[in-house]
């Protein structure tokens, strides 16, 4: 309900000082008196601002292709067992020749991705903030980029403490200056979290539409640092995702007991539409056009790909392949080092349409866009080319995407403007169990369920 309050919490602070505990005089065409309690409240709104949802972003033009891989392999979602071995790789470029000093810092979120009021001792045994060890310089590439690399945690850290996390990567000496900003999650699995596609309940659009339900059950083979959580429906919440994407992620409500398990099904939030299967291309090869480019050229110094014209799939049938739903993979064709011989480039996405939609945009969602539907994603609707075009600066490999048509006003995206729904789509579904009983101070994470169908 504060989203839209636009003074900031230094400005508040300012005024605050300012007023020296009586009342101010706001500058422009006259002098207006503000008292105390009007500042309190001032300062009340701007820290109920601060606490936004964080998600994966670049905060700077320059920094390209983060990702964090567990264990260190593409395409393994950031997820780690509490009290597992297994740590996060995280990785990035910034473009130019000059290495940079860089630090990374870990704070806990909530089930709604708002940093929480835990303490760094109280989730991570170790130090939640340290310098970006790793980096090497780009080698024989026509753009220059430092890559750097760091594991989560670091060293003989251990994390504590389940639920969602953030790690930021600042200029060393400016923690103002973000560079990034990454999501991962931390499990007990202390529940089992049970999930299953079925057609939807009401029986609407089956050929376009799929449940996903999930039963809760507990886990017998639990032994770990916390108590297990009791089945009480009142302190669980249970988040669904599809694929990768943040923008169609809902809460389940709860459904009914079933034998002894919690089971969330038969709402309309447990229905997703399908989708079609994910369009890809592949620019490893920068010699020659290969899948889904039409052509390869150098300018400038620079490499740019025009892909195949993308064709609006709304009215088409359901195109069986076997791709990455959303992912990427960074791959270099005749080299051995691919996160430092590997070239940018310069990507073109062309979408014919004689005429634009004049309610809403249109985006190509996936991993190259960090799921986002922002300015990043937007494609531009060209006149004189009739058709949406859109330019991504990436880095050799491969890239699965969809294109999503986002309502004007509307936070969730549609597949059925572009690329059509249908049952058969290869989706992944995951199901993320949050528990915070009175006794809890944070929200933990309890169990992670995945499903593809």
Not at 152 to 169: D, H, K, L
């Amino acid at each position: 309900m504060f989203h839209h309050f636009v003074i900031s919490l230094p400005t508040a602070l300012r005024l605050t000082e300012a007023s020296g505990g009586e009342s101010i005089s706001c500058g422009g065409g006259g002098r207006h008196a503000l008292p105390v309690w009007m500042l309190a409240v001032l300062l009340f709104l701007s820290v109920q601002a601060a606490a936004q949802p964080v998600a994966d972003s670049n905060w700077r033009e320059e920094v390209r292709t983060a990702q964090l891989l567990r264990g260190g392999v593409e395409g393994e979602e950031p997820v780690l067992t509490l009290e597992g071995e297994e740590r996060l790789l995280l990785v990035f470029d910034v473009l130019g020749a000059e290495v940079g000093s860089y630090r990374y810092r870990i704070a806990h979120c909530n089930s709604g991705w708002e940093r929480d009021d835990l303490e760094p001792y109280e989730f991570l045994n170790g130090f939640e903030e340290g310098a970006i060890e790793g980096y090497a310089s780009s080698f024989t590439t026509r753009v220059d980029y430092v890559h750097y690399y760091q594991y989560i945690p670091s060293g003989q850290s251990q994390f504590t403490a389940s639920g969602n996390y953030v790690v930021t990567v600042f200029v060393d000496g400016s923690p103002d200056s973000i560079l990034l900003t990454r999501r991962f999650c931390v499990t007990e699995q202390s529940l089992r979290a049970e999930l299953t596609v079925a057609s939807p309940y009401d029986g609407a659009a089956v050929g376009e539409r799929r449940e996903v339900d999930v039963a809760l059950r507990p886990n017998d083979d639990y032994g770990g640092m916390t108590p297990a959580p009791s089945l009480n429906p009142a302190w669980l919440e249970v988040v669904a995702q599809q694929n990768g994407r943040t923008d169609n992620m809902r809460r389940l409500p709860f459904g009914g007991y079933e034998g002894g398990a919690l089971c969330y099904r038969h709402r309309r939030e447990n229905v997703f539409a399908c989708g079609n299967t994910f369009r890809w291309f592949d620019i490893s090869n920068i010699r020659t056009a290969t899948y889904n480019v039409a052509k390869i050229e150098e300018y400038g110094g620079e490499w740019y790909a025009t892909l195949k014209p993308l064709a609006d799939r709304s009215n088409g049938n359901f195109i069986a392949e076997q791709v990455l739903n959303g992912g990427m993979k960074v791959n270099v064709w005749d080299r051995t080092n691919k996160q430092t011989e590997a070239d940018y480039v310069w990507v073109y996405f062309l979408l014919p349409m004689r005429y634009p939609f004049l309610n809403g945009s249109v985006h190509v969602v996936g991993e190259l866009t960090n799921w986002r539907l922002d300015d990043g994603s937007r494609m531009e609707y060209r006149p004189d080319l009739k058709a949406y075009t859109l330019r991504l600066r990436l880095k050799q490999g491969y890239y699965a995407y969809q294109l999503l048509f986002l309502p004007v006003g509307g936070e969730e995206g549609e597949t059925k403007a572009l690329e059509g729904d249908h049952f058969e789509a290869p989706n992944n579904y995951r199901a993320y169990v949050y528990y915070r009983s009175p006794n809890d101070r944070y929200d933990r994470l309890v169990a992670v369920g995945r499903v593809r169908q």
